[in-house]
């Protein structure tokens, strides 16, 4: 693994600070991924509080530790999709419908408000948007049921 040249911290309001080679420094950095869900370890980049480029990650094996560490509880947050294991219950065949699921974080209850927020990622891999703009992915777990939107 080569040396970055760039260093990454958190400030004291727990801001990310990216600092290049030649010491400048930008706080506010966010981490955004090019492909978050088809290749999640790859095309990684760290934009300046202006939304431009500070720089281009290829893949985040690549980077050290402590910055991957930091860049990847970012991710998390930034990046909240559970994933939906059960379809308990479904309210109505028809939009809007309420939802109740089981997913890795637990049981919720979302709303599907129109049937194109249901999108097909893969052929085995969904992406649901409930009423409240939250990103739900599904594999194949509960597809019997959802058959009926698609």
Not at 14 to 41: K, M, N, Q, W
Not at 42 to 50: A, P, R
Not at 117 to 122: K, S
Request: aromatic share 6%.
């Amino acid at each position: 693994m080569t040396s970055p040249d760039f260093k990454l911290t958190r400030n004291a309001a727990g801001r990310l600070v990216f600092t290049d080679a030649r010491g400048e420094a930008c706080e506010g950095v966010v981490p955004v991924r090019a492909f978050p869900i088809s290749a999640p370890e790859e095309g990684v980049s760290l934009l300046g509080d202006d939304g431009h480029e500070l720089r281009w990650i290829g893949r985040l094996g690549d980077v050290p530790e402590a910055a991957r560490a930091l860049i990847e509880a970012e991710l998390a947050q930034r990046e909240f999709m559970p994933e939906i294991m059960h379809i308990k219950q479904v309210s109505s065949f028809a939009t809007p419908s309420k939802w109740q699921v089981t997913t890795d974080r637990g049981d919720t209850e979302l709303l599907l408000k129109a049937e194109d927020h249901i999108r097909r990622l893969t052929s085995t891999m969904l992406l649901i948007t409930d009423g409240y703009g939250v990103p739900f992915l599904m594999d194949h777990h509960s597809r019997k049921l959802l058959d009926r939107f698609l």
